[in-house]
């Protein structure tokens, strides 16, 4: 499957060099499949849809979606607006909406 979408609440991590970092709890998965109870996100710092709209949901549970942008990474954080899961694909974020 090339789509997810997840319910999760997310909380600040802090900064790296191209964007922000957030700690994600994965509460539910509405479509695709995902192992992990928890994920890193990034958010570029070009991306100020998204941005704003973390930063204005911290602590609160919202709906994500995302699509499949590459497999094989070679590191677990990659410089895109979405995570890297523990089989070492990328997933890209779509949307981010209230749950």
């Known amino acids: 499957m090339d789509k997810l979408i997840i319910i999760v609440k997310a909380s600040f991590a802090g ?10 709890q994965v509460l539910k998965t509405v479509k695709g499949n995902i192992n992990e109870s928890n994920i890193t996100i990034t958010i570029l710092q070009n991306d100020t849809v998204n ?9 609160l549970q919202f709906e994500m979606g995302l699509k499949i942008k590459a497999h ?3 590191y677990n954080l990659m410089p895109i607006s ?17 749950h």
Do not use: A, M, R
């Not at 964007?19 to 994600?24: A, F, K, L």
């Not at 941005?51 to 911290?58: A, C, E, G, R, V």
């Not at 979405?82 to 990328?90: A, C, I, L």
């Open 51 to 59: 941005q704003s709209f973390l930063s204005s949901h911290t602590g």
């Open 72 to 74: 094989n990474e070679p």
């Open 15 to 24: 900064l790296i060099g191209y964007g922000s970092v957030y700690q994600c």
């Open 82 to 98: 979405g995570f890297v899961d523990d089989n070492k694909t990328s997933w890209e974020i779509e949307y981010l909406k209230d």
